[in-house]
């Protein structure tokens, strides 16, 4: 089977980077590169939203995450699926016409650009640990299927390798399409793999039977589980691969339908990665957890197990990539672009191809120092809750004090540096301090705004 799982992900990726190769003559200027010269339809909006929340977390993160908490880690990915329907409804303010590019302008037409540049950065350091964990996953994946012939450090290697070049080559055009190409091949494998295991196995009704397998909110505890989807909530919003995607659209209203979509194409995959996770600690309880969903393919025959194996890894470029390409457009427009003064647009096509490949290589690099997916996504996350709070604030209330909302950011960094310094996260989630610290500074604000 090694040599057909072989000659599958061979195949996969050569169909990938053909894919960057051909539509490379679509991305002749930085406008086409960054944002597909905002002509995209609802089709490639949708399925760039679905890859999106389709990933290494939502996948593999939630196999794993099933596996030892059962159904309740389904809670990470509720608060996104509220959120796409809040961003669908908001995408025209949050849009302000055909300019936005990220949340550098999005927070710029609230507050100075100091506070602007510091929400960008925030913004940038969490994409970029999303990008890390997509790779983590297709580590994790490609290790367990090829065992001796690919080790965890080779499987990220190689997946980050494959969906860097091709949007290196392509940028958010290659995106789309090969995100097309993703989200076919993982409702296909996930639901044909995920059906024969639990049909055959009978791991369900087994497990409904354990302690808190089947519980809404399991081991987790309501506090957990509503924590997940709080944060997750605050993480979707304002994600920068959606703000991309939405700025990709041909017009305001496509981008919107395409959110929707993309949110309802995403629900049942997770959802049946989660099944997959109970069923894999029916089977294989004693396995290290990030191999929940790979181990199952061991259990599936050959003509399944191909196409299983390519929906378990294609989610983690589908996510991978957005992610990646909303992390170049930031750092291009928010910091390369205006520090080196580049305006010539051949040379800024140039340094976003360039931007691409860097942070593809520091997210590889980073990929070394993850442990559990789920938990270390939900605690560097926190930095975007503060970003939606004064965003939100902004919006809702009169115009405040860019100081304000400044010390906000700054204090929510320090929060929470000092609870992972001391070991205050294991205990209270840091987005509880930081909700509670930015709601107190920006109502000071408030407050002084309306005595003027």
């Not at 880690?73 to 300019?99: D, E, N, P, R, Y």
């Not at 304002?238 to 995607?245: C, D, E, K, R, S």
């Not at 906000?408 to 294991?426: A, D, K, P, Q």
Request: hydrophobic share 55%; aromatic share 14%.
């Amino acid at each position: 089977m090694k040599a057909a799982y072989l000659f599958a992900i061979g195949g996969y990726i050569a169909l990938l980077w053909l894919t960057g190769l051909y539509v490379t003559r679509k991305s002749r200027s930085s406008e086409a590169y960054l944002v597909a010269s905002r002509g995209l339809s609802i089709t490639f909006i949708s399925v760039l939203i679905a890859g999106t929340w389709i990933g290494g977390v939502s996948i593999v993160g939630m196999a794993q995450g099933a596996y030892i908490h059962g159904i309740s880690a389904l809670w990470f990915q509720v608060g996104v699926w509220i959120a796409m329907c809040f961003t669908s409804m908001l995408i025209g303010k949050i849009l302000q016409g055909k300019k936005t590019y990220s949340i550098l302008d999005v927070v710029g037409n609230l507050y100075n650009s100091r506070t602007a540049k510091l929400a960008g950065i925030m913004q940038l350091i969490f994409s970029i640990w999303v990008v890390t964990m997509q790779i983590v996953g297709g580590g994790a994946i490609l290790s367990v299927i090829l065992k001796g012939q690919i080790s965890f450090k080779e499987g990220m290697v190689l997946t980050t390798v494959v969906f860097t070049l091709y949007n290196v080559m392509g940028g958010f055009v290659a995106t789309a399409y090969t995100n097309l190409i993703h989200i076919c091949a993982i409702i296909i494998g996930i639901f044909l793999g995920g059906f024969y295991v639990i049909f055959n196995t009978g791991a369900l009704s087994q497990m409904a039977n354990h302690t808190f397998y089947f519980q809404p909110f399991g081991d987790l505890g309501i506090t957990q589980a509503l924590s997940w989807a709080y944060i997750n909530f605050t993480l979707g919003v304002l994600a920068q691969p959606v703000i991309n995607t939405a700025s990709s659209a041909k017009t305001i209203q496509e981008g919107k339908k395409g959110i929707m979509i993309g949110n309802l194409i995403s629900i049942p995959v997770v959802a049946m990665a989660a099944l997959c996770g109970i069923v894999a600690k029916y089977v294989f309880p004693d396995i290290p957890s990030l191999a929940a969903l790979p181990a199952l393919l061991e259990i599936v025959p050959p003509f399944v197990s191909v196409f299983f194996l390519i929906s378990m890894w294609a989610p983690l470029m589908s996510s991978g990539s957005p992610f990646l390409m909303g992390a170049t457009t930031l750092a291009i427009k928010g910091y390369v672009a205006p520090i080196f003064k580049i305006n010539n647009d051949r040379s800024l096509l140039f340094a976003s191809r360039i931007t691409t490949l860097i942070i593809g290589t520091i997210s590889l690099f980073l990929g070394f120092f993850v442990k559990e997916i789920l938990r270390e996504v939900t605690w560097i996350a926190v930095l975007l809750s503060a970003i939606v709070y004064i965003v939100f604030i902004g919006w809702i209330g009169k115009r405040i004090d860019s100081i304000f909302a400044y010390v906000s950011l700054i204090g929510t960094i320090t929060i929470l540096f000092f609870t992972f310094i001391f070991g205050i996260h294991r205990i209270l989630h840091p987005v509880w301090l930081v909700t509670v610290f930015v709601f107190l500074v920006m109502g000071m604000g408030f407050l002084k705004t309306y005595r003027k």
